[in-house]
């Protein structure tokens, strides 16, 4: 597996951006993704996920704004973030793994797989 982040950008409150990670290596559909992100100071969160093939799942800051997809056949996953806030400003990491179990799906530590990261910066 080998991730590729890519779409941040520059948006001002209550705009939309899409995040997209591409897995170089085509094993994704094996993994279990998620999407993480991290603000200065601050430690990684979990931001959404889909835990193996079920239903994607969010936290609490961002559900109902942004939406987790996957394309097994393109192995890639996506972000699709709207009504953006100032406070989810950070740098956006991908990320992919096969050893977490249900109860530990949104600890980043339960990842071996992490894109590089790109910036979301919204501004007013």
């Known amino acids: 597996v080998q991730l590729q982040a890519s779409g941040g950008g520059l948006v001002q409150p209550g705009d939309s951006l899409r995040l997209s990670c591409v897995d170089s290596?085509?094993?994704?559909?094996?993994?279990?993704v998620a999407w993480f992100r991290q603000s200065p100071g601050k430690e990684r969160e979990f931001v959404a996920g889909?835990?193996?093939?079920?239903?994607?799942y969010y936290s609490e800051s961002v559900k109902g704004r942004f939406a987790i997809s996957r394309d097994n056949a393109k192995s890639t996953v996506d972000l699709q973030m709207n009504s953006l806030k100032l406070e989810d400003t950070a740098v956006y990491y991908c990320?992919?793994?096969?050893?977490?179990?249900?109860?530990?799906?949104?600890?980043?530590?339960?990842?071996?797989?992490w894109g590089q990261g790109t910036q979301v910066t919204v501004s007013s």
């Open positions: 290596g085509r094993s994704l559909s094996r993994q279990s």
């Open positions: 889909i835990f193996r093939s079920s239903a994607p």
């Open positions: 990320a992919a793994g096969s050893r977490m179990i249900l109860s530990t799906r949104t600890w980043a530590t339960s990842y071996d797989y």
